[in-house]
């Protein structure tokens, strides 16, 4: 079968081109542009949905519509209704990379995800468009009865698993984008560990925009039982196009009493697509989630991992980084709610903008009354890389409660001169002294990815500092 | 005395001819018919904006966390042409202060006003602004204006409309004040206080002034207040706000100053007084080596809601802003401080910084702190830190070791949080009195 992948013209705006090529659009199923009742109804036949679904579907579809588009954070220059909802790019999905339809194959091997999965992972899904086009877990896993599996599955399979949890974090009231998530959603993953199962290598996603004008819309749903533990790593990317296209997913997380969880994102979307994602995990006693989020693609990101320490001892972590260059604005950040006593959070932002880019860290530490002896601690850390870029920091914290200790700090800086000069002096080019700052200054994160991901994001930071000077 | 003081508030709410109509407002007008016709066109472009403008609500994002629902402006009016048996309260920064020059009003209406003869000799005008109008319309006209938006919300232009009462500052280029000034602006119960603080320091000019509001008696009032601070190149001003209203006030006001090139302002907050308090302090540096610090001490107590909003804007390069508020709170009571250091395109080398730290002393009390930077130049400086903490149990016990008994010791370790404000501010009246009026509330409440 004769395939193209065509790679287009490079865009000199610095990002980087080895994502930046799509394939010929050879789809099951395309839905017309727009967005009304019908379609809703069309996404809930295509996939045989039981009546709930379909109802929770048209529920959200009306909150959506009856919502504004917010006016904070970034400028959202989006037609709704010149975007497809859903495009079905393959009619099952495939087991082996072999029973992928070869063009989707080929896409994912240039992505590297088949290598990676031989290497270091216990779980794949790659979704492509709207649907999962390949599904893995290690039988080891499976016996333990870990269930990893696209949530259009699920929904199918475990059904009173998923309507016990999903919405119940992030209803569909929660905001516009995840009303809209809600009513269109398709894809995305499924993860329950059982109790006290612990899964010691990663799972990942793969998340792929192909088509122009396309919205993607996954909805991953991870349950964490009593004292079990996950690493789930996802990572996205698109191709550029001259018109914009939406990701907008929902991803919902409950760690139960003395569970773990991981979650670590690296988000390279291409800089026409819109990135509005609603995240948040809910900790119960003990248990411990950490948001590891690195924002480097888009045109605009609006997105605040969030943990709500339900329970006495849970903890939550997040430590983000963004870095926006020409036409990007990374409206990045977190939100750590403390409502029970003995909490604890952590949150470190590292930003760096580049030509013209705008980065924001906008995030929120609550402590609720009652919520004796919170710690929280917030260090908020941004470069900016020439005069033309543009760097905000809006922390809002909020205490209710007397017997706590809430510490925030952020600054604002370029790099030192004293450094360049010191580096360029041992014989380094000022771009690879600075560029060795920029890895410097985001290491605390990247030493927290998996191996394979720390190289990966070090040579992207690499690639993106091509032809910078301090 | 509760049931007297009740009684004169219902009396003043109820009270005919009240509100903010077309007719309390044409009365208003009618009074101030003596002056000078491009005043009286602004007041009434502003009393058109006032009526076309929504009363802002919690839908709107800077009023998010102060709720107004329980305020009715209906139940003040524009302030009246002269006011009967005017009884000042004592003031409170004049302890041990020999003073330039000293100004005062009741209820938005100029009671008395005085300045050494050798001050005015050298061309400095201080008094009632109503009163010095007439002489100095050019002076006025310049400058009114000129710092704030009148624009801005529902009370900005009410303010701009219904204005009175006010204070006048003007130091020619070079005149050096060494002696502080001095303004208190005193409300009775269910009275407004509409003064407008005008300040404008020539080229090298050196002030220092000391305001303060207060209620001469217990009970409800107004305040919809607004200052202006000009520093021209290389002027100098220490100001300091102490606001005492009684617990019962509606406390709004929009302050900022302009600092041109090589200026330097020290402005110093002193909040503990209103019922709620939502107040805009901006400052702006318009010229290179300008510079700005600022100082807030924030004390509240049952139910009060004191909401500040700081804006430090760097306009221009080389300037240093350095903010710092400290807030204790006891009871129910709420704080809101969101700050914003914001660096223009261009304003290179900015140094800024912003800290805000407050003290619980309550399990019931809320404090919410928003820092934010805002930044378009690369070559700057600019951070924020911001803290929440409680009096630490095993401080306490330390203390009581020593033979402190519990209140000592909670006494010693708030005074102790406000230290750092405290060696900030330069005037020894102003440390005293921000000091001792703390210590009565810590004695009152613990």
Known sequence: ?470 | MTCQRLEKTIMAETAAHRGFTQETFDAFFETRRHEPQWLLDQRREAWQLFQQMPMPSTHDEEWRRTDIRLFHLERFAPPAEQVTEPTLPGPLLLDGVDVGGASASLDSVPVEWHLEPHLAEQGVVFGSLDELLEEHDALVRRYLWRAMDTTYDKFAALHAACFSGGTLLYVPRGVVIEEPLHVLSAMTAGGVDFGHLLVVLEEGAQATLLSETASAEPGTGLHCGGVELLLAPGARLRYVGLQNWDTAVWHFAHQKAVVDRGGRIQWTIGALGSRLAKVNQRVALVGEHAEAQVNGVMFTEGKQHLSYHTHQHHEAAHCHSDLLYKGALTERSHIVWRGMIRVEPGAQKTDAYQRNDNLMLSDHARADSIPGLEIEADDVRCTHGATAGHVDDEQVFYAQTRGLTRDEATRLIVTGFFQQVFDRITIESVRNVLGEAIGRRIRRYD
């Open chain 1, 1 to 470: 079968m004769a395939t193209d992948v065509n790679q287009t013209a490079g865009h000199d705006i610095g990002e980087i081109n080895k994502y930046d090529f799509h394939t010929e659009e050879r789809y099951v199923f395309k839905s017309r542009k727009g967005l009304d009742e019908e379609i809703v109804r069309q996404i809930s036949e295509m996939k045989q949905e039981p009546d709930w679904m379909r109802e929770f579907r048209l529920e959200a579809l009306r909150i959506f519509e009856s919502k504004p588009t917010p006016t904070w954070g970034g400028d959202i220059d989006l037609d709704f209704q010149d975007i497809y909802y859903y495009i079905k790019p393959s009619d099952r999905q495939g087991r082996t990379w072999e029973e992928v339809p070869e063009e989707i194959k080929r896409t994912f091997d240039k992505l590297g995800i088949p290598e990676a999965e031989k290497k270091f992972l216990a779980g794949v899904k790659a979704q492509y468009e709207s649907e999962v086009v390949y599904g893995s877990l290690r039988e080891d896993l499976e016996k333990q009865g870990v269930i990893f599996t696209d949530t259009d599955t699920a929904v199918r399979e475990h059904p009173e698993l998923v309507r016990q949890y999903l919405g119940t974090v992030i209803p569909s009231s929660d905001n516009k984008f995840a009303a809209l998530n809600s009513a269109v959603w398709s894809g995305g993953s499924f993860i329950y560990v059982p109790k006290g199962v612990k899964v010691e290598f990663p799972l990942q996603a793969y998340f792929r925009i192909n088509a122009e004008n396309m919205g993607q819309f996954e909805r991953t749903l991870i349950v964490v039982d009593e004292g079990a533990q996950i690493h789930y790593v996802e990572g996205c990317t698109a191709p550029m196009y001259s018109t914009e296209s939406l990701h907008s997913a929902v991803v919902e997380i409950i760690v139960k009493k003395h569970g773990r969880c991981r979650y670590t994102t690296i988000q390279n979307w291409a800089n026409n697509i819109y990135n509005l994602v609603t995240k948040r995990a809910v900790a119960y006693e003990g248990a411990f989630m950490e948001w590891i989020d690195g924002n480097l693609g888009s045109r605009l990101t609006m997105k605040y991992p969030a943990v709500y320490l339900l329970e006495p001892g849970a903890r939550g972590e997040i430590l983000s980084i963004a870095f926006a260059s020409s036409g990007q604005h990374q409206d990045a950040g977190a939100k750590v709610v403390h409502c029970a006593p003995e909490t604890k959070s952590r949150i470190v932002s590292k930003s760096i903008s580049k030509n013209g880019g705008r980065s924001s860290y906008r995030g929120l530490v609550k402590v609720e009354h009652g919520a004796k002896h919170a710690t929280s601690n917030v260090v908020c850390d941004a470069l900016i890389l020439d005069p033309e870029s543009r760097s905000d920091t809006y922390p809002y914290i909020e205490v209710e409660e007397r017997d706590v200790s809430i510490g925030h700090e952020a600054s604002v800086s370029r790099i030192g001169e004293e450094q360049l000069f010191y580096l360029m002096s041992r014989g380094l080019s000022e771009p690879e002294a600075s560029t060795m700052i920029v890895n410097g200054f985001i290491e605390p994160l990247v030493k927290e990815l998996p191996m394979e991901y720390a190289i990966e994001m070090n040579r992207l930071i690499e690639l993106q500092m091509e032809g910078s000077v301090g």
